[in-house]
């Protein structure tokens, strides 16, 4: 599991190098309160799955496994995507899972603060 920090891209006044991040299957996770460009670089469209881990009032939305627990972002074929992801999304430790289906190579993504 690789835990991506966000690149500082709101402190650099002459702009900043981002990380291009590689998709993987199910292994990622990305900061709450951050935001992702994402790039579909395949030929057909992919979901990009991120788990949802908070509780509201002692409620918690679900598991991500079953789909309630998830915010799913569905990309088309050679697109890029702007998703901010809500600070309250995260888990206890401020971490969103990411799941990729298919071939999760094809997703491109940075994450940079906002």
């Not at 835990?3 to 709101?10: C, E, I, K, S, T």
């Not at 650099?12 to 190098?17: L, M, Q, S, V, W």
């Not at 309630?68 to 899972?97: E, H, M």
């Amino acid at each position: 599991m690789t835990d991506y920090a966000a690149d500082q891209a709101d402190t650099a006044t002459n702009g900043i190098a981002a990380t291009q991040r590689t998709g993987t299957a199910s292994a990622d996770t990305v900061g709450a309160g951050t935001m992702l460009l994402i790039q579909n670089t395949g030929a057909g469209s992919h979901n990009f799955d991120l788990g949802v881990n908070y509780s509201y009032d002692g409620l918690n939305p679900g598991s991500v496994a079953t789909g309630p627990g998830k915010r799913r972002i569905t990309i088309g074929a050679g697109l890029f995507q702007w998703v901010r992801i809500r600070a309250d999304a995260g888990d206890a430790n401020g971490r969103c899972s990411v799941t990729i289906d298919g071939t999760a190579s094809e997703i491109k993504y940075f994450v940079l603060n906002s």
